[in-house]
């Protein structure tokens, strides 16, 4: 009680010798508020491209396993029915799989000719690879069983061949081949010919004879959920290694492996990012280092005073380590609050991402705190060590 | 209540040792009024920081209140200035950022009481020197005899054994000096200690005994039967 009482009055004192030399105490805090601004920042900067870049990786799905065989000889490939066999004897790791072959088609509507990307897949593509389609549906079961030749269009060809009509129900000529067209691909880029948009996507089955091609070379799989990613990309090494009898031949990749090495390098450049603008922090401290070395001066009388009428050795202290880890607090919270400020006005002036890092706000307020106490101690230490007679004695 | 046994304070002084004090022992009794007389550098300060307790012997003891204190540690010292010791400087010595009342609650703060203590306590105090009406006012807002009534206000507020006056009325013009000089009798009247500093014999002619210190020796000891009658002059 006793103590709380004093450091109560050491605060009450501090913000009165604070709010004393008003000009002064704000050209201090400058430098702690420039410093944590610029953490508050940078991090944010940092944080937001982060985000960003992420998010961007994370819309191709982040439980999605890409296998890639090389077709390199005809003994080393995987049967698409061992492997779906194998996903669904394990459940624990595995929610989807589907095939996927890809090429290129020449297609024909009427005098337009014109070559476009093909791929091939079955009904579960749909939900793996989020496909969204603007009309119609999606190749199903029933397609591939039938070898249907049905087709899935992107925004291209609407536009091209349809004149922006919707082409569902209409016919197109791949390689040669009359398809039906059943959906429409949402528009992924600008629905130009060199787009993403310029695409169409048929049932596997169909594909493996229409392209003559017999192996499917590549396979998705869908991982039970985020966590159990890792697993299931050893699981399916494991199953090709098998398969294959080396280990060679054959890539798992996961979008959780791509994001996890994106973190990493952009976790240490905002570290990098952070640690210069820490620099500008510890000059803000060597600034309040020297304006508490300059008030323990000129306050030398008042300290002798004080130690005259009963403060002890550690009241001094307080005081000013109080005064100085509020300054550099007070500064710290200011400059929070100017960083949190002004990355909306860098992200729309530098077209930067900005997301405020509240762990980073957290640590640089204690930061600050911490170095008003660390540049502070030595000056405290200084005025609670004067000899009350020589403090007296000074003018 | 103060008992010296043979102090000696030395300072060193580069090559040389300063006897400030070369064995002075002098025992003030409770409701005592003593002025410790002397001209500059004749040890009378330094004699103020062993009674005051800002300072230890190099040898002898000092006993305040029957509690030696040359083995004192500095904090402990703090404490001991703070319940037993009431100062009156001749400068004042008043904080110029705080308030009358704020200055007299300081030796409270030091103390550990709450605010409705000290507040009630500092009051008390101003009251009784007479300046309750000027509570808020800033030293730089009071005459100099106002602040060194705020200053002995201060010096009262924490009930102390003695109270130390390091020549109170050295920096006030002489109608002032009097004022502080009648406060001074009037606090021995009502039963406190008053120990005075000063080099001016007129002053110490007002207290009930005269101690005069020269050359780090106390040369003469003696009472002053009518110091009541001259101060009422």
Same mark, same amino acid.
């Given at each position: 009680?006793?103590?709380?009482?004093?450091?109560?009055?050491?605060?009450?004192?501090? &913000?009165?010798?604070?709010?004393?030399?008003?000009?002064?105490?704000?050209?201090?805090?400058?430098?702690?508020?420039?410093?944590?601004?610029?953490?508050? *920042?940078?991090?944010?900067?940092?944080?937001?491209?982060?985000?960003?870049?992420?998010?961007?990786?994370?819309?191709?799905?982040?439980?999605?396993?890409?296998?890639?065989?090389?077709?390199?000889?005809?003994?080393?490939?995987?049967?698409? !029915?061992?492997?779906?066999?194998?996903?669904? #004897?394990?459940?624990?790791?595995?929610? $989807?799989?589907?095939?996927?072959?890809?090429?290129?088609?020449?297609?024909?509507?009427?005098?337009?000719?014109?070559?476009?990307? %093909?791929?091939?897949?079955?009904?579960? +593509?749909?939900?793996?690879?989020?496909?969204?389609?603007?009309?119609?549906?999606?190749?199903?079961?029933?397609?591939?069983?039938?070898?249907?030749?049905?087709?899935?269009?992107?925004? =291209?060809?609407?536009?091209?061949?349809?004149?922006?009509?919707?082409?569902?129900?209409?016919?197109?000529?791949?390689?040669?081949?009359?398809?039906?067209?059943?959906?429409? =691909?949402?528009?992924?880029?600008?629905?130009?010919?060199?787009?993403?948009?310029?695409?169409?996507?048929?049932?596997?089955?169909?594909?493996?004879?229409?392209?003559?091609?017999?192996?499917?070379?590549? +396979?998705?799989?869908?991982?039970?959920?985020? @966590?159990?990613?890792?697993?299931?990309?050893?699981?399916?090494?494991?199953?090709?290694?098998?398969?294959?009898?080396?280990?060679?031949?054959?890539?798992?990749?996961?979008?959780?492996?791509?994001? !996890?090495?994106?973190?990493?390098?952009?976790?240490?450049?905002?570290?990098?990012?952070?640690?210069?603008?820490?620099?500008?922090?510890?000059?803000?401290?060597?600034?309040?280092?020297?304006?508490?070395?300059?008030?323990?001066?000129?306050?030398?009388?008042?300290?002798?005073?004080?130690?005259?009428?009963?403060?002890?050795?550690? #009241?001094?202290?307080?005081?000013?380590?109080?005064?100085?880890?509020?300054?550099?607090?007070?500064?710290?919270?200011?400059?929070? %609050?100017?960083?949190?400020?002004?990355?909306?006005?860098?992200?729309?002036?530098?077209?930067?991402?900005?997301?405020?890092?509240?762990?980073?706000?957290?640590?640089?307020?204690?930061?600050?705190?911490?170095?008003?106490?660390?540049?502070?101690?030595?000056?405290?230490?200084?005025?609670?060590?004067?000899?009350?007679? @020589?403090?007296?004695?000074? @003018? | 209540?103060?008992?010296?046994?043979?102090?000696?304070?030395?300072?060193?002084?580069?090559?040389?040792?300063?006897?400030?004090?070369?064995?002075?022992?002098?025992?003030?009794?409770?409701?005592?009024?003593?002025?410790?007389?002397?001209?500059?550098?004749?040890?009378?300060?330094?004699?103020? $920081?062993?009674?005051?307790?800002? @300072?230890?012997?190099?040898?002898?003891?000092?006993?305040? !209140?029957?509690?030696?204190?040359?083995?004192?540690? #500095?904090?402990?010292?703090?404490?001991?200035?703070?319940?037993?010791?009431?100062?009156?400087?001749?400068?004042?010595? *008043?904080?110029?950022?705080?308030?009358?009342?704020?200055?007299?609650?300081?030796?409270?703060? =030091?103390?550990?009481?709450?605010?409705?203590?000290?507040?009630?306590?500092?009051?008390?105090? %101003?009251?009784?020197?007479?300046?309750?009406?000027?509570?808020?006012?800033?030293?730089?807002?009071?005459?100099?005899?106002?602040?060194?009534?705020?200053?002995?206000?201060?010096?009262?507020?924490?009930?102390?054994?003695?109270?130390?006056? !390091?020549?109170?009325?050295?920096?006030?013009?002489?109608?002032?000096?009097?004022?502080?000089?009648? &406060?001074?009798?009037?606090?021995?009247?009502?039963?406190?200690?008053?120990?005075?500093?000063?080099?001016?014999?007129?002053?110490?002619?007002?207290?009930?005994?005269?101690?005069?210190?020269?050359?780090?020796?106390?040369?003469?000891?003696?009472?002053?039967?009518?110091?009541?009658?001259?101060?009422?002059?």
């Amino acid at each position: 009680m006793k103590f709380f009482a004093k450091i109560n009055q050491s605060v009450k004192m501090a &913000m009165k010798s604070i709010l004393g030399n008003k000009a002064r105490s704000a050209l201090t805090m400058l430098g702690i508020v420039i410093g944590v601004s610029s953490v508050i *920042l940078l991090t944010g900067i940092g944080g937001g491209t982060t985000k960003a870049i992420t998010d961007q990786i994370s819309s191709m799905g982040t439980k999605l396993i890409t296998v890639n065989t090389n077709r390199r000889g005809s003994t080393r490939s995987v049967d698409y !029915d061992d492997l779906s066999e194998y996903v669904e #004897d394990n459940p624990e790791l595995f929610s $989807n799989l589907c095939p996927y072959i890809s090429g290129i088609a020449q297609a024909k509507l009427g005098s337009e000719n014109f070559q476009t990307s %093909l791929d091939a897949s079955d009904e579960q +593509y749909e939900s793996i690879k989020n496909v969204e389609l603007i009309s119609g549906r999606f190749i199903s079961e029933f397609d591939c069983e039938n070898r249907a030749y049905v087709v899935v269009v992107g925004t =291209y060809i609407q536009r091209e061949l349809f004149g922006g009509m919707n082409p569902v129900g209409e016919y197109i000529k791949l390689n040669g081949k009359q398809f039906k067209i059943i959906g429409v =691909y949402d528009e992924t880029a600008d629905s130009t010919k060199n787009s993403q948009d310029n695409k169409v996507t048929i049932p596997y089955t169909t594909a493996m004879r229409f392209l003559k091609n017999k192996k499917i070379s590549t +396979y998705y799989l869908e991982a039970k959920n985020e @966590d159990v990613v890792d697993m299931a990309v050893s699981s399916v090494k494991s199953f090709f290694a098998r398969k294959f009898g080396s280990d060679s031949g054959f890539s798992v990749t996961s979008v959780s492996v791509i994001i !996890d090495t994106m973190n990493e390098i952009l976790g240490m450049m905002t570290t990098m990012l952070a640690g210069i603008a820490a620099i500008s922090l510890i000059v803000g401290g060597i600034g309040v280092m020297n304006i508490m070395t300059v008030s323990v001066s000129e306050r030398t009388r008042e300290i002798g005073i004080r130690k005259a009428i009963g403060a002890r050795t550690t #009241d001094i202290l307080m005081q000013f380590l109080i005064e100085s880890v509020l300054l550099s607090a007070i500064g710290g919270t200011i400059g929070i %609050l100017v960083g949190i400020g002004l990355g909306p006005v860098v992200k729309s002036l530098l077209n930067l991402e900005f997301a405020v890092q509240m762990n980073m706000v957290i640590i640089s307020f204690a930061f600050s705190a911490a170095i008003g106490v660390f540049f502070g101690i030595a000056p405290a230490k200084k005025a609670a060590n004067l000899h009350p007679i @020589d403090a007296l004695r000074a @003018d | 209540m103060i008992r010296l046994e043979n102090i000696k304070k030395i300072y060193h002084m580069g090559e040389t040792d300063v006897h400030a004090l070369d064995g002075v022992s002098l025992h003030i009794k409770p409701h005592e009024f003593v002025a410790i007389i002397g001209p500059s550098g004749s040890g009378k300060s330094t004699l103020m $920081n062993m009674i005051g307790c800002l @300072d230890v012997p190099t040898d002898g003891e000092c006993w305040i !209140d029957g509690v030696a204190v040359s083995k004192m540690r #500095d904090n402990q010292l703090a404490d001991l200035r703070n319940r037993k010791i009431g100062f009156i400087f001749q400068q004042y010595n *008043l904080l110029s950022k705080l308030s009358a009342i704020e200055n007299v609650e300081l030796p409270l703060i =030091y103390r550990g009481l709450s605010q409705a203590e000290r507040t009630e306590l500092a009051k008390e105090a %101003l009251k009784r020197v007479g300046l309750l009406d000027k509570i808020n006012h800033k030293p730089s807002e009071l005459s100099g005899g106002q602040q060194q009534r705020v200053s002995i206000a201060r010096a009262l507020s924490s009930k102390p054994s003695i109270i130390l006056a !390091d020549e109170p009325t050295g920096a006030l013009d002489s109608k002032s000096g009097i004022e502080i000089m009648q &406060m001074l009798h009037e606090l021995h009247s009502e039963g406190n200690t008053v120990v005075l500093i000063t080099h001016d014999l007129n002053i110490a002619k007002q207290a009930e005994r005269i101690v005069t210190i020269k050359d780090g020796l106390i040369v003469s000891d003696t009472e002053n039967k009518n110091d009541r009658n001259e101060a009422s002059l």
